[in-house]
């Protein structure tokens, strides 16, 4: 792997000169901002949140419950046997329930909600790192069509000179009425692929502020990618381990063998202990029969005991229940195999992306030193008459596809081998030294909710955490860094010895 970092190294290196130091955004300021405003990453932390209270949600079922009931009542038609019947009544009751024992509902419940609790800071794992991937895919496409578009700007530049010179010589009797014809069509070819190269550049800048928030501005040469494996079986091996979605399927699926249990304790009894009290008030409306003493306005009563509950026959609700838990289990089983299959495969994609770009580098790196070489051989004999004016065109145009497909290798490497981290579970903020403030830690939420048990507790209103880009001006294609020296060497077309005569001013 040594050839292939130092490729990528130097390709890095070479692109660190496009950007100005002073004014230059890092890729590292872009991740950043993606993390504290992105609304995605933001939906999943709420969405994980939310999971957290499946914990207490779960755990109340094995807490005592207290209620209070009142009613007031009119008899407006009183029974006409019923002397002492009262004609309005005021009635209290209380009562507590504990429950004893619910077959291992509660236990199973509480812990399949941990598990999906688990599953779902994986889940978040995961999102961050489609979330940086995406950025990382984003803010290379800006550098990419940067230079591409100046690339265009500067061959439009050349064969404008050119179109100069060949009308010059045209007019001296030097070319004929064809040559210029050529010049003009490749020429107006030329304005068509800078067009198709600005709308990407804008294109891609619009995807940035879309991810990332805010407009990109100079863009600086992104930092060497650390902890690359040697290979795709080792980076196989890691995503095995580690990769995050891979990692919440499991956790998914662990939390299926516990719903199976809670399904199951539905036919099993339950034990109860309660508590319950209650207070009537007649309101001086009970009447008396027989004697010359008022009965009393009230009654009370109050009971302790131990409540059993047998189900003996539910409609077969309990079975069905097992049954679709265990066809959920069955399914997460499938989900996991298939997000196995995914991780393997995104791992190796991704590393012979990497390792093709790394090659494409090196040989676009020698095609554009032998295409700028040939194209200033085929002007130098053009200028004798040993080559046509089509020859130059065509010296020209693979001279800039072979640049284009350069800076294009360089982007291409780049993502890919983030991707490559982000398969292995290694392209999270706390991989990326996102250093600006403590980093988003899910389990606050957690241990703050997972034992409430106080029915009025509030939470402030949410906040949105996501920026709007509706106010973002639209992006241009306009660019104003410094080519890579690499590609800037420009064959100076109007020199008197390569077209033989100066152009017209």
Same mark, same amino acid.
């Given at each position: 792997?040594?050839?292939?970092?130092?490729?990528?190294?130097?390709?890095?290196?070479?692109?660190?000169?496009?950007?100005?130091?002073?004014?230059?955004?890092?890729?590292?300021?872009?991740?950043?901002?993606?993390?504290?405003?992105?609304?995605?990453?933001?939906?999943?932390?709420?969405?994980?949140?939310?999971?957290?209270?499946?914990?207490?949600?779960?755990?109340?079922?094995?807490?005592?419950?207290?209620?209070?009931?009142?009613?007031?009542?009119?008899?407006?038609?009183?029974?006409?046997?019923?002397?002492?019947?009262?004609?309005?009544?005021?009635?209290?009751?209380?009562?507590?329930?504990?429950?004893?024992?619910?077959?291992?509902?509660?236990?199973?419940?509480?812990?399949?909600?941990?598990?999906?609790?688990?599953?779902?800071?994986?889940?978040?794992?995961?999102?961050?790192?489609?979330?940086?991937?995406?950025?990382?895919?984003?803010?290379?496409?800006?550098?990419?069509?940067?230079?591409?578009?100046?690339?265009?700007?500067?061959?439009?530049?050349?064969?404008?000179?050119?179109?100069?010179?060949?009308?010059?010589?045209?007019?001296?009797?030097?070319?004929?009425?064809?040559?210029?014809?050529?010049?003009?069509?490749?020429?107006?070819?030329?304005?068509?692929?800078?067009?198709?190269?600005?709308?990407?550049?804008?294109?891609?800048?619009?995807?940035?502020?879309?991810?990332?928030?805010?407009?990109?501005?100079?863009?600086?040469?992104?930092?060497?990618?650390?902890?690359?494996?040697?290979?795709?079986?080792?980076?196989?091996?890691?995503?095995?381990?580690?990769?995050?979605?891979?990692?919440?399927?499991?956790?998914?699926?662990?939390?299926?063998?516990?719903?199976?249990?809670?399904?199951?304790?539905?036919?099993?009894?339950?034990?109860?202990?309660?508590?319950?009290?209650?207070?009537?008030?007649?309101?001086?409306?009970?009447?008396?029969?027989?004697?010359?003493?008022?009965?009393?306005?009230?009654?009370?009563?109050?009971?302790?005991?131990?409540?059993?509950?047998?189900?003996?026959?539910? +409609?077969?609700?309990?079975? !069905? #229940?097992?049954?679709? $838990?265990?066809? @959920?289990? /069955?399914?997460? &089983?499938? =989900?996991?195999? %298939?997000?196995?299959? +995914?991780?393997?495969?995104? !791992? #190796?994609?991704?590393? $012979?992306?990497? @390792?093709? /770009?790394?090659? &494409?580098? =090196?040989?676009? %790196?020698?095609?554009?030193?032998?295409?700028?070489? !040939?194209?200033?051989?085929?002007?130098?004999?053009?200028?004798?008459?040993?080559?046509?004016?089509?020859?130059?065109?065509?010296?020209?145009?693979?001279?800039?596809?072979?640049?284009?497909?350069?800076?294009?290798?360089?982007?291409?490497?780049?993502?890919?081998?983030?991707?490559?981290?982000?398969?292995?579970?290694?392209?999270?903020?706390?991989?990326?030294?996102?250093?600006?403030?403590?980093?988003?830690?899910?389990?606050?939420?957690?241990?703050?909710?997972?034992?409430?048990?106080?029915?009025?507790?509030?939470?402030?209103?949410?906040?949105?955490?996501?920026?709007?880009?509706?106010?973002?001006?639209?992006?241009?294609?306009?660019?104003?860094?410094?080519?890579?020296?690499?590609?800037?060497?420009?064959?100076?077309?109007?020199?008197?010895?390569?077209?033989?005569?100066?152009?017209?001013?």
């Amino acid at each position: 792997m040594t050839k292939y970092c130092q490729t990528l190294l130097r390709g890095a290196a070479a692109a660190s000169l496009v950007a100005s130091a002073a004014s230059a955004e890092t890729l590292q300021e872009a991740l950043r901002r993606a993390y504290e405003t992105n609304p995605t990453l933001a939906a999943q932390r709420a969405g994980l949140r939310a999971t957290d209270e499946n914990v207490p949600i779960a755990r109340a079922s094995a807490l005592p419950a207290v209620q209070l009931q009142s009613s007031y009542s009119e008899n407006v038609i009183l029974p006409i046997t019923a002397f002492t019947a009262p004609s309005r009544t005021s009635q209290t009751q209380a009562s507590l329930t504990y429950p004893l024992y619910s077959g291992g509902a509660v236990k199973n419940g509480v812990a399949a909600a941990k598990v999906r609790v688990e599953g779902g800071r994986a889940a978040l794992r995961g999102t961050e790192a489609d979330l940086f991937t995406a950025v990382v895919a984003a803010y290379m496409d800006v550098v990419r069509d940067s230079a591409v578009v100046q690339l265009n700007q500067q061959n439009l530049r050349v064969l404008d000179v050119n179109l100069q010179a060949s009308r010059d010589r045209f007019e001296v009797g030097d070319l004929t009425r064809t040559d210029v014809a050529q010049s003009e069509a490749r020429l107006a070819l030329a304005r068509s692929q800078l067009e198709t190269a600005e709308s990407r550049l804008i294109g891609s800048r619009e995807s940035y502020v879309r991810l990332v928030g805010s407009p990109p501005g100079e863009l600086d040469a992104p930092p060497p990618l650390p902890g690359l494996p040697a290979d795709a079986d080792s980076a196989v091996k890691i995503a095995l381990a580690e990769n995050p979605t891979l990692l919440a399927a499991r956790k998914t699926l662990e939390a299926t063998g516990y719903d199976i249990k809670t399904a199951r304790a539905t036919r099993l009894p339950t034990v109860d202990a309660f508590a319950q009290g209650n207070y009537t008030n007649f309101l001086g409306t009970l009447g008396s029969f027989g004697s010359t003493q008022s009965p009393p306005q009230f009654d009370r009563t109050a009971q302790l005991g131990l409540r059993l509950t047998l189900p003996l026959y539910q +409609g077969g609700a309990p079975a !069905a #229940r097992i049954r679709q $838990a265990q066809a @959920r289990q /069955s399914q997460s &089983v499938e =989900q996991l195999t %298939e997000a196995e299959r +995914g991780v393997v495969a995104q !791992a #190796r994609s991704a590393f $012979a992306a990497y @390792r093709a /770009s790394l090659d &494409v580098i =090196q040989s676009a %790196e020698a095609a554009v030193s032998a295409n700028r070489l !040939a194209l200033e051989g085929v002007r130098a004999e053009n200028s004798v008459g040993n080559r046509t004016i089509l020859e130059i065109l065509n010296a020209e145009q693979e001279l800039l596809n072979s640049q284009v497909t350069l800076v294009t290798a360089r982007r291409d490497a780049y993502v890919a081998g983030f991707a490559v981290l982000a398969a292995m579970g290694h392209a999270e903020a706390k991989d990326l030294a996102l250093v600006n403030g403590p980093l988003y830690d899910p389990t606050v939420n957690y241990r703050r909710s997972s034992h409430a048990a106080f029915d009025w507790s509030n939470r402030r209103e949410p906040a949105p955490t996501g920026t709007s880009t509706a106010q973002t001006p639209a992006q241009t294609a306009r660019v104003t860094r410094k080519l890579d020296p690499a590609l800037d060497t420009v064959i100076d077309s109007a020199s008197p010895n390569r077209s033989g005569i100066a152009p017209k001013k």
